[in-house]
T-cell receptor, first 114, second 115 residues
Framework: QQQVKQSPQSLIVQKGGISIINCAYE??????FPWYQQFPGKGPALLIA?????SEKKEGRFTISFNKSAKQFSLHIMDSQPGDSATYFC?????????????FGEGTQLTVNP | AAGVIQSPRHLIKEKRETATLKCYPI?????VYWYQQGPGQDPQFLIS???????DKGSIPDRFSAQQFSDYHSELNMSSLELGDSALYFC??????????????FGPGTRLTVL
């Protein structure tokens, strides 16, 4: 059972457009929500992360929106570029003193056409 | 900046053989995590260690074992390899500062192929 559900599975956007990826979770104990970018054959790279005490976080062209009551969060990529073409994973974890596992969504394959 | 180092990067084994994957965390990081990623799938958590003690355990087969050493590097030992073990294996590390949100940084992965 997927604890973090991600959509869409794939996304095609034109250069300069906005890419939007959505995630939903069930476990209310999750309190840390990062997004990772992964290129083929490479390790996931941390993009941006948010805690449930804020509703939005922006870093450059990347913005996370968080809706605690709906248990949903999303990634917005503004001015999408061909170099953004990759697989994006949302994740969630529970803060623990000894480190917390990440539970990933299924991933979204983003293609940005030139 | 220093990143997580994994070795080897590629490994080819026969069924029923054993394999050892190594992970060197970012300097001063005290927690390591192991994940397995099949083709087209999301990474699945296997096991983690904090200060050389197992801290969390996920869907790791009994054929696999892992440990973290005094220098904080970690090794994942895999025995009686099966075809289904073919995957990318990632190590991640974080600095657990007690009560903080532990950002996990991933290594480049080891691609294991079992023939």
């Amino acid at each position: 059972q997927q604890q973090v559900k991600q959509s869409p599975q794939s996304l095609i956007v034109q250069k300069g457009g906005i890419s939007i990826i959505n995630c939903a979770y069930e476990n209310t104990a999750f309190d840390y929500f990062p997004w990772y970018q992964q290129f083929p054959g490479k390790g996931p790279a941390l993009l941006i992360a948010i805690r449930p005490d804020v509703s939005e976080k922006k870093e450059g062209r990347f913005t996370i929106s968080f809706n605690k009551s709906a248990k949903q969060f999303s990634l917005h990529i503004m001015d999408s570029q061909p170099g953004d073409s990759a697989t994006y994973f949302c994740a969630a974890s529970m803060r623990e003193t000894s480190g917390s596992r990440l539970t990933f969504g299924e991933g979204t394959q983003l293609t940005v056409n030139p | 900046a220093a990143g997580v180092i994994q070795s080897p990067r590629h490994l080819i084994k026969e069924k029923r053989e054993t394999a050892t994957l190594k992970c060197y965390p970012i300097p001063r990081h005290d927690t390591v995590y192991w994940y397995q990623q099949g083709p087209g799938q999301d990474p699945q958590f296997l096991i983690s260690f904090y200060e050389k003690m197992q801290s969390d355990k996920g869907s790791i087969p009994d054929r696999f074992s892992a440990q973290q050493f005094s220098d904080y590097h970690s090794e994942l030992n895999m025995s009686s390899l099966e075809l289904g073990d073919s995957a990318l294996y990632f190590c991640a590390s974080s600095f657990n500062s007690g009560g903080s949100y532990n950002e996990q940084f991933f290594g480049p992965g080891t691609r294991l192929t079992v023939l």
